[in-house]
Protein backbone atom coordinates (compact mmCIF):
# COMPACT_ATOMS: atom_id res chain seq x y z
CA UNK A 1 0.00 0.00 0.00
CA UNK A 2 2.92 2.41 -0.60
CA UNK A 3 3.28 3.89 3.08
CA UNK A 4 6.01 4.44 5.41
CA UNK A 5 6.51 3.22 8.66
CA UNK A 6 6.06 6.16 10.55
CA UNK A 7 2.00 6.85 9.34
CA UNK A 8 1.69 3.03 10.39
CA UNK A 9 2.64 3.86 13.69
CA UNK A 10 1.29 7.44 13.92
CA UNK A 11 -2.66 5.68 12.71
CA UNK A 12 -2.08 2.60 15.36
CA UNK A 13 -1.43 5.00 18.26
CA UNK A 14 -3.90 7.79 17.42
CA UNK A 15 -0.67 10.45 17.46
CA UNK A 16 -0.26 13.64 15.59
CA UNK A 17 2.93 13.44 13.57
CA UNK A 18 4.69 15.88 16.46
CA UNK A 19 3.96 13.30 18.94
CA UNK A 20 6.14 10.54 17.62
CA UNK A 21 10.10 11.06 18.27
CA UNK A 22 13.37 9.32 18.02
CA UNK A 23 12.77 7.41 14.58
CA UNK A 24 15.52 6.84 12.05
CA UNK A 25 15.37 8.17 8.42
CA UNK A 26 13.96 4.89 6.90
CA UNK A 27 11.45 4.94 9.39
CA UNK A 28 9.86 8.84 7.60
CA UNK A 29 11.72 7.80 3.97
CA UNK A 30 11.13 4.03 3.17
CA UNK A 31 7.88 3.29 2.01
CA UNK A 32 6.42 -0.18 2.27
CA UNK A 33 3.87 -2.80 0.68
CA UNK A 34 2.28 -4.61 3.46
CA UNK A 35 -0.68 -7.48 2.69
CA UNK A 36 -2.83 -8.44 6.23
CA UNK A 37 -6.09 -9.45 6.40
CA UNK A 38 -8.36 -9.67 9.72
CA UNK A 39 -10.71 -11.88 10.90
CA UNK A 40 -14.31 -11.59 11.24
CA UNK A 41 -15.96 -7.86 11.31
CA UNK A 42 -15.43 -6.04 14.28
CA UNK A 43 -17.70 -3.58 15.29
CA UNK A 44 -16.97 0.39 14.98
CA UNK A 45 -15.51 1.94 18.19
CA UNK A 46 -17.49 5.13 19.23
CA UNK A 47 -15.34 8.61 19.27
CA UNK A 48 -13.00 8.71 22.17
CA UNK A 49 -13.46 4.92 22.89
CA UNK A 50 -9.65 3.94 22.76
CA UNK A 51 -8.03 2.47 19.78
CA UNK A 52 -10.20 0.15 17.25
CA UNK A 53 -9.27 -3.43 16.57
CA UNK A 54 -7.66 -2.10 13.20
CA UNK A 55 -4.88 0.07 15.49
CA UNK A 56 -4.62 -2.41 17.83
CA UNK A 57 -4.16 -5.35 15.08
CA UNK A 58 -1.31 -2.83 13.37
CA UNK A 59 0.39 -2.39 16.54
CA UNK A 60 0.47 -6.37 17.20
CA UNK A 61 2.06 -6.12 13.74
CA UNK A 62 4.46 -3.39 14.22
CA UNK A 63 5.53 -5.05 17.65
CA UNK A 64 5.99 -8.29 15.90
CA UNK A 65 7.61 -7.45 12.46
CA UNK A 66 9.17 -4.67 12.92
CA UNK A 67 10.03 -5.22 17.08
CA UNK A 68 8.60 -1.74 17.73
CA UNK A 69 9.31 -0.88 21.29
CA UNK A 70 8.50 2.91 22.87
CA UNK A 71 8.12 5.07 25.76
CA UNK A 72 6.30 7.81 26.60
CA UNK A 73 7.45 11.35 27.99
CA UNK A 74 5.73 14.90 28.51
CA UNK A 75 7.57 17.90 26.70
CA UNK A 76 6.67 21.43 26.80
CA UNK A 77 5.80 22.61 23.51
CA UNK A 78 4.12 24.57 21.21
CA UNK A 79 0.28 24.25 21.10
CA UNK A 80 -3.00 26.34 20.75
CA UNK A 81 -5.96 26.80 22.89
CA UNK A 82 -8.93 26.65 21.13
CA UNK A 83 -10.86 29.04 23.72
CA UNK A 84 -14.36 30.96 23.23
CA UNK A 85 -13.47 34.09 20.80
CA UNK A 86 -15.07 36.86 23.45
CA UNK A 87 -14.35 35.43 27.00
CA UNK A 88 -17.98 34.74 28.47
CA UNK A 89 -19.19 35.51 24.59
CA UNK A 90 -21.71 32.96 23.07
CA UNK A 91 -20.86 30.16 19.77
CA UNK A 92 -20.90 31.67 16.54
CA UNK A 93 -23.57 31.78 14.12
CA UNK A 94 -22.34 28.02 12.46
CA UNK A 95 -22.23 26.37 15.89
CA UNK A 96 -25.01 24.94 17.37
CA UNK A 97 -25.73 22.25 19.95
CA UNK A 98 -26.44 18.77 18.71
CA UNK A 99 -29.28 17.03 18.42
CA UNK A 100 -28.07 13.57 18.82
CA UNK A 101 -25.30 11.94 20.65
CA UNK A 102 -22.85 10.28 17.59
CA UNK A 103 -20.83 8.22 20.62
CA UNK A 104 -24.36 6.32 21.70
CA UNK A 105 -25.54 6.41 18.15
CA UNK A 106 -22.28 4.36 17.21
CA UNK A 107 -22.02 2.18 20.21
CA UNK A 108 -26.08 0.99 19.44
CA UNK A 109 -25.28 0.26 15.69
CA UNK A 110 -27.85 2.34 14.77
CA UNK A 111 -26.08 3.84 11.86
CA UNK A 112 -26.96 2.43 8.36
CA UNK A 113 -28.50 3.12 5.40
CA UNK A 114 -27.32 4.95 1.84
CA UNK A 115 -23.91 7.00 2.21
CA UNK A 116 -24.50 10.19 2.60
CA UNK A 117 -24.30 12.82 -0.26
CA UNK A 118 -20.79 15.12 -0.41
CA UNK A 119 -22.91 17.64 0.53
CA UNK A 120 -25.44 16.48 2.94
CA UNK A 121 -25.20 17.91 6.88
CA UNK A 122 -22.95 15.66 8.90
CA UNK A 123 -25.03 13.81 11.72
CA UNK A 124 -22.96 11.76 13.43
CA UNK A 125 -19.06 12.00 13.09
CA UNK A 126 -16.13 14.41 10.70
CA UNK A 127 -16.27 14.97 7.34
CA UNK A 128 -13.51 16.88 5.88
CA UNK A 129 -12.47 17.82 2.13
CA UNK A 130 -10.58 20.85 0.75
CA UNK A 131 -11.61 24.05 2.29
CA UNK A 132 -14.37 21.85 4.28
CA UNK A 133 -15.28 20.65 7.43
CA UNK A 134 -18.62 18.88 8.79
CA UNK A 135 -18.93 18.20 12.05
CA UNK A 136 -21.71 16.57 14.06
CA UNK A 137 -22.93 14.79 17.14
CA UNK A 138 -19.57 15.14 19.41
CA UNK A 139 -17.71 17.54 21.15
CA UNK A 140 -15.28 19.61 20.43
CA UNK A 141 -12.57 18.24 22.48
CA UNK A 142 -12.47 16.06 18.95
CA UNK A 143 -12.23 18.64 16.70
CA UNK A 144 -9.86 19.92 18.47
CA UNK A 145 -7.69 17.35 18.36
CA UNK A 146 -8.84 16.58 14.43
CA UNK A 147 -7.25 20.11 13.32
CA UNK A 148 -3.60 19.08 15.29
CA UNK A 149 -2.46 17.40 12.41
CA UNK A 150 -3.24 20.48 10.14
CA UNK A 151 -1.77 23.02 12.28
CA UNK A 152 1.30 21.25 13.42
CA UNK A 153 0.37 21.56 16.46
CA UNK A 154 -1.84 19.74 19.81
CA UNK A 155 -4.28 21.96 20.27
CA UNK A 156 -6.45 21.69 23.29
CA UNK A 157 -10.58 22.42 23.44
CA UNK A 158 -10.35 25.13 25.99
CA UNK A 159 -14.01 26.69 25.34
CA UNK A 160 -15.73 25.27 28.70
CA UNK A 161 -18.70 24.14 25.79
CA UNK A 162 -19.66 21.21 27.10
CA UNK A 163 -21.89 18.69 25.29
CA UNK A 164 -21.89 17.62 21.51
CA UNK A 165 -21.97 20.42 18.59
CA UNK A 166 -22.27 20.59 14.87
CA UNK A 167 -20.85 22.88 12.50
CA UNK A 168 -19.84 23.15 9.15
CA UNK A 169 -16.68 25.08 8.64
CA UNK A 170 -15.66 26.61 5.31
CA UNK A 171 -12.03 28.07 5.00
CA UNK A 172 -8.80 28.38 2.57
CA UNK A 173 -6.80 25.58 3.00
CA UNK A 174 -2.84 25.91 3.18
CA UNK A 175 -2.21 22.67 1.19
CA UNK A 176 -4.01 19.43 -0.12
CA UNK A 177 -5.29 16.81 2.16
CA UNK A 178 -2.31 14.28 2.01
CA UNK A 179 -0.49 13.37 -1.40
CA UNK A 180 -2.56 13.80 -4.64
CA UNK A 181 -2.03 11.29 -7.73
CA UNK A 182 0.69 12.61 -10.52
CA UNK A 183 -0.65 15.00 -12.60
CA UNK A 184 -3.59 15.81 -10.50
CA UNK A 185 -4.19 19.31 -9.34
CA UNK A 186 -5.73 20.56 -6.02
CA UNK A 187 -8.79 21.92 -6.29
CA UNK A 188 -9.01 25.81 -6.69
CA UNK A 189 -9.04 27.95 -3.76
CA UNK A 190 -11.22 30.68 -3.12
CA UNK A 191 -9.68 33.76 -3.04
CA UNK A 192 -11.69 34.88 -0.60
CA UNK A 193 -12.23 32.27 1.68
CA UNK A 194 -10.74 32.68 4.95
CA UNK A 195 -7.85 31.15 6.89
CA UNK A 196 -8.92 28.58 9.41
CA UNK A 197 -7.66 31.21 12.31
CA UNK A 198 -10.23 33.60 10.48
CA UNK A 199 -13.14 31.02 9.80
CA UNK A 200 -12.95 29.30 13.77
CA UNK A 201 -13.33 33.03 15.09
CA UNK A 202 -15.93 34.43 12.25
CA UNK A 203 -18.29 31.48 12.05
CA UNK A 204 -17.89 29.33 15.22
CA UNK A 205 -17.10 31.98 17.85
CA UNK A 206 -14.18 30.39 18.72
CA UNK A 207 -10.12 31.43 18.74
CA UNK A 208 -6.84 29.78 18.42
CA UNK A 209 -4.77 31.23 21.14
CA UNK A 210 -0.42 30.48 20.28
CA UNK A 211 0.62 29.44 23.93
CA UNK A 212 2.83 26.21 25.68
CA UNK A 213 1.65 23.12 26.92
CA UNK A 214 2.62 19.67 28.14
CA UNK A 215 2.00 17.18 25.04
CA UNK A 216 2.93 13.99 25.45
CA UNK A 217 5.35 12.40 22.72
CA UNK A 218 5.95 8.67 22.21
CA UNK A 219 9.83 7.93 21.85
CA UNK A 220 10.99 5.11 19.87
CA UNK A 221 13.28 2.89 21.66
CA UNK A 222 13.66 0.42 19.04
CA UNK A 223 12.59 -0.86 15.56
CA UNK A 224 14.12 -2.44 13.00
CA UNK A 225 13.63 -2.81 9.43
CA UNK A 226 11.28 -6.28 8.89
CA UNK A 227 12.53 -8.54 6.40
CA UNK A 228 10.52 -9.51 3.41
CA UNK A 229 8.25 -12.09 2.90
Known sequence: M????????????????????????WVKNDRL?????MEGDPPPTPPGAGPDPMMLAVRALLADRFTLVMH????????????MARPGGKPGPALKPAAGDCAAELKSGRRGGPPPEPHDPV????????????????PLSVFANGISGQLGRMVIDRTG????????????????LGALPAGVEPPPVDPNAPTI??????????????TKGPVDVWVIDRIEQPMPD
Not at 15 to 21: D, G, T, V, Y
Not at 33 to 37: G, L, M, P, S, Y
Not at 161 to 176: K, S, V, Y
Not at 197 to 210: I, S
Open 197 to 210: FTAVQEQLGLKLDA
Open 123 to 138: TCGWRQSFGHIGFGGM
Open 33 to 37: DINAK
Open 72 to 83: TETRDLDIYALV
Open 161 to 176: LAGNWDFELTFAPERP
Open 2 to 25: NVATRFLITVAYQLQPFQLAGEPD
